[in-house]
């Protein structure tokens, strides 16, 4: 996706506004989440920890919900 290319090329604020963007269209897509609290932890903004932590916590739930 154009959030993962951007960040490949390092192009950090780029990515963090196509993961915005992305969640913006369904704010349930975890991988644009994560990506996106990952970028903002690059770019040493706090912000991304929550992002972070709320991925974990939702694949902790899934993994429970699903037994595995």
């Given at each position: 996706?154009?959030?993962?290319?951007?960040g490949?090329?390092?192009?950090?604020a780029l990515?963090?506004?196509?993961?915005?963007?992305?969640?913006?269209l369904?704010?349930r897509?975890?991988g644009?989440?994560?990506?996106?609290?990952?970028?903002?932890?690059?770019?040493?903004?706090?912000?991304?920890?929550?992002?972070?932590?709320e991925f974990?916590?939702r694949?902790a739930?899934?993994?429970?919900?699903?037994?595995?």
């Amino acid at each position: 996706n154009l959030g993962v290319a951007r960040g490949r090329r390092n192009e950090l604020a780029l990515a963090e506004e196509a993961y915005r963007r992305a969640l913006a269209l369904d704010p349930r897509e975890l991988g644009a989440r994560l990506n996106l609290g990952l970028v903002l932890a690059e770019l040493g903004r706090r912000e991304g920890m929550s992002g972070l932590e709320e991925f974990a916590s939702r694949k902790a739930q899934q993994r429970d919900k699903d037994g595995t």
